[in-house]
Nanobody
Framework: QVQLVESGGESVQSGRSLRLSCVASGAISSFSHYHAIWYRQPPGKEREFVASLFSGGTTNYSDSVKGRFTISRDNVRNIVYLRMDDLKPEDTARYYC?????????WGQGTQVTVSS
């Protein structure tokens, strides 16, 4: 059993920064082999892709966050981060962490980010 726990979400004003963390625990081996993705689900909308960091180091970002968000990972502590700068009200959403590799696919419960203008 693998658990993912996201944290770091809070209510902030526009222009501020936050860093989200996603900690993997349990029966997870070779954390570095997993691809890591952050998704978000704004109120009343579908879940959407935010950023990905593949096991080989390749990163991708949605156009809406490119240049403001940075995904990174600590393969020793089994943590995936999402640094969010210059936050905007449209970034308000519940943010979810996803790890997958082959047939293994794990999700966390999410952490809420609310940005006020």
């Amino acid at each position: 059993q693998v658990q993912l726990v996201e944290s770091g979400g809070e209510s902030v004003q526009s222009g501020r920064s936050l860093r989200l963390s996603c900690v993997a625990s349990g029966a997870i081996s070779s954390f570095s082999h997993y691809h890591a993705i952050w998704y978000r689900q704004p109120p009343g909308k579908e879940r959407e892709f935010v950023a990905s960091l593949f096991s080989g180091g390749t990163t991708n970002y949605s156009d809406s966050v490119k240049g403001r968000f940075t995904i990174s990972r600590d393969n020793v502590r089994n943590i995936v981060y999402l640094r969010m700068d210059d936050l905007k009200p449209e970034d308000t959403a519940r943010y979810y962490c996803n790890l997958y590799s082959g047939r293994d696919n794990y999700w966390g419960q999410g952490t809420q980010v609310t940005v006020s203008s």
